[in-house]
């Protein structure tokens, strides 16, 4: 591996030199020279932060790169080689003037001991990339992205919050508890009678003034969908459980970043992690789509990363894993697992569309759509491509003849809708349009179909002929068979709006039947059985019931809480009361509604991300976890996991690595988080049950079944927060 080094001297004038150093046997500047030296990007300037490193980067023949940190300031650069003799300094030629400007290749003079001029305006880091083409060398600098940047941390507006005093609080129960009856507080293990209709209780200190009271002998209750508490991964980026699996397929890490690469998360890390998820009182795993994806990458954002399908939703072949993310064998070992800890596995369904061609894809398939002459542009296994000078990560679009009729050979006119010749064309609408751009399934079609080229040409498919089947029975057919073969337990429906919704009825039915056949035929199984359940994204949807519910949902995705109520909650629980009361009326009064409410999610923001604040995390647990109807934890959402790199495309911050390694503070707020957590896994009521406030200070409500009482009360923060 190829290094680079800096080297630094403070002096008076503050200057700072930094070396890059590239091979000569794969960049030499005099191929004849006896011991041939190495290149050397010199740099000159008071305006170097010395605090950064250079890296470098690329391993293309005739390119080498430096990043550089700089701030506000004039630059001086050169390139030049420790040895001896005017031939190795290339400085700018004896007619350049001015300062050298950005994104411009600029070309080298030999025997030139003049050094090029830039102007720093922006400070951070910079690309300083030298090229070698016939004999010409040439310099370009290009302004790093601000991939690593966080986004602005925002000030929450403030709020009136009750302050406790310190002491034990008169904490009514109103018809919950039964007078005489023994109570106990789940979060400080106290235990109290009820006396005249109340309890007096001293909120733990590190309670974040909550009172948690439940039946001293409460007797176990069986947890339901109705009361679920869902805990969505992002495979990739969760839990490297099996490095062998890292780089499959050709793909790799891009050395800068890695915005949009895959970072080795798998189905065995998911599965160390079983037990750190039932303790935080997960009911079940919603794990992003696990099924093959598009083998390249795409441009991400602006064109300033590499974007793969770690995330799943870039299908390729739904009847296979990707190898990314483990073996069947993996899959099999999940479920048992999961379900031995009373966990279930929801998989992400994705019906309406698949992943981009990338070059990768095109060469494995022999799809013959480049232009004439692009191979010769092209690296000998195309995926090794990389921008060159001038180009960025979408550049190599350009290379490909979009209008060429081998585009048959690809999904083909009779599976999807795309800007191809022969194709239908996307239309507007939710069910026509090409979503981001992605090939639309013809989801409209009912005519019968033979598997498209991209499959039936596909040697390792487990696509087979279905007589007279259409597009969707194939799609069903697909779909269903990781409930029959593995047992998995409900779907989460990606892009609901934009299929038929006929179509979803069809899927929960076969779903429902598979999911039925499975548990007869594996009566071992420690989980008792419950009905497939399907849960559906509708963008922008809130908690109310409509005409989803009449198409095979259990429940839809709640995007309003964390738009309209869910940061005021977490700031002050009391304030969350008319959520409380409007969604426990929805779904205590209708067995067949329920939605599933989030505060961070990979399509939105994170909540711990926008404010950085763990007091505020640790009421975003109360706000969250004491909801009526099923809730969704986004992975990290319970250690404060932070935003990460994402480039020119925001979302991708969102998807940062897991949190392992805690330090005291985040250790304490997830334990906060495993305490609510349980408390709510041991009591359906809570998820399903009436809804009554109690008081107003201290903060006192009530949730009860049939079966199950809790009473919960906000005394107030020790001190203003």
Not at 20 to 39: M, R, T, Y
Not at 154 to 179: L, N, Y
Not at 501 to 516: D, G, I, P, Q, S
Request: net charge negative; aromatic share 12%.
């Amino acid at each position: 591996m190829l290094r680079s080094f800096i080297r630094s001297a403070l002096g008076p004038a503050a200057v700072v030199r930094a070396f890059l150093v590239c091979a000569s046997a794969l960049l030499p500047l005099n191929v004849g020279a006896q011991n041939n030296p190495q290149p050397i990007l010199q740099l000159s300037s008071d305006a170097m932060d010395v605090a950064e490193s250079t890296v470098l980067t690329g391993s293309a023949a005739d390119e080498r790169r430096a990043t550089v940190a700089l701030t506000r300031g004039t630059v001086r650069w050169r390139v030049s080689a420790e040895s001896a003799g005017c031939e190795r300094d290339f400085g700018a030629p004896p007619d350049h003037s001015g300062l050298a400007a950005f994104n411009t290749p600029h070309e080298l003079q030999a025997c030139s001991d003049r050094w090029f001029e830039t102007r720093v305006v922006l400070p951070g880091n910079y690309h300083f990339t030298l090229t070698q083409e016939r004999g010409t060398y040439r310099v370009s600098i290009v302004r790093a992205t601000t991939a690593a940047a966080a986004p602005p941390r925002r000030q929450p507006p403030p709020v009136q919050c009750p302050v406790w005093s310190g002491h034990a609080v008169a904490i009514p129960v109103g018809d919950a508890f039964a007078e005489g009856q023994w109570v106990r507080d789940f979060y400080s293990g106290q235990r109290a009678q009820v006396n005249q209709g109340q309890v007096y209780i001293t909120p733990a200190p590190e309670s974040h003034g909550l009172v948690l009271l439940e039946a001293a002998r409460a007797p176990a209750q069986t947890n339901t969908w109705e009361n679920a508490t869902v805990y969505m991964i992002m495979t990739d980026r969760f839990s490297n459980g099996d490095p062998s699996n890292d780089y499959p397929l050709g793909r790799r890490p891009d050395g800068a970043d890695e915005i949009g690469t895959f970072h080795g998360g798998d189905i065995a890390g998911v599965i160390q992690h079983l037990d750190y998820l039932q303790a935080l009182g997960v009911s079940a795993v919603w794990l992003t789509p696990l099924v093959e994806q598009v083998h390249g990458f795409v441009g991400g954002g602006t064109g300033d990363f590499p974007f793969y399908g770690y995330h799943g939703y870039w299908a390729l072949d739904f009847t296979r894993l990707d190898p990314n993310f483990g073996t069947e064998e993996d899959l099999r070992a999940l479920v048992s697992a999961a379900h031995a800890r009373g966990i279930k596995v929801i998989l992400d369904v994705v019906l309406n569309h698949v992943g981009y061609p990338t070059l990768a894809d095109l060469q494995m398939q022999g799809i013959d759509v480049l232009k004439p002459g692009a191979a010769t542009q092209l690296p000998p296994r195309w995926h090794d491509w990389t921008p060159g000078v001038g180009e960025n990560w979408h550049s190599y679009g350009e290379l490909i003849d979009w209008q060429s009729p081998q585009w048959d050979d690809w999904w083909g006119p009779e599976w999807v809708r795309a800007d191809r010749p022969g194709y239908r064309r996307p239309g507007s609408g939710d069910l026509t349009m090409n979503l981001a751009g992605l090939p639309d399934f013809l989801t409209e079609d009912t005519t019968p179909k033979r598997l498209p080229p991209q499959l039936a040409g596909k040697a390792d498919t487990g696509a087979t002929e279905l007589a007279d089947a259409t597009l969707m029975d194939y799609l069903i057919d697909w779909h269903v068979r990781w409930v029959r073969e593995f047992g998995v337990d409900g779907f989460r429906a990606d892009t609901v709006k934009h299929i038929e919704l006929e179509h979803w009825v069809a899927l929960k039915e076969a779903a429902t039947a598979a999911h039925r056949a499975w548990h007869d035929e594996n009566p071992q199984n420690p989980l008792p059985y419950e009905p497939f359940w399907m849960v559906a994204e509708v963008w922008a949807h809130g908690m109310f019931k409509d005409y989803y519910f009449d198409y095979g949902f259990d429940a839809i995705i709640n995007f309003e809480y964390q738009e309209r109520g869910g940061l005021q909650a977490a700031q002050c629980l009391p304030l969350a009361e008319p959520v409380f009361r409007a969604y426990a009326d929805a779904v205590h009064s209708d067995p067949e509604f329920n939605g599933l409410t989030y505060l961070s999610s990979h399509d939105t923001r994170l909540f711990f991300a926008q404010y950085e604040d763990f007091a505020l995390q640790k009421g975003a647990a109360a706000a969250l976890l004491l909801l009526p109807g099923a809730v969704q934890i986004y992975y990290g959402d319970e250690v404060g996991r932070p935003h990460g790199a994402f480039g020119s495309d925001f979302h991708q911050g969102t998807r940062s690595p897991m949190l392992w390694e805690l330090d005291e503070q985040r250790e304490a707020l997830l334990a906060h988080w495993q305490t609510l957590g349980q408390f709510r896994a041991r009591h359906p009521a809570i998820g399903g049950g009436a809804h009554q406030k109690l008081s107003e200070q201290p903060y006192v409500f009530s949730r009860q079944t049939d079966t199950d009482a809790v009473v919960v009360a906000f005394v107030g923060y020790p001190q203003a927060q």
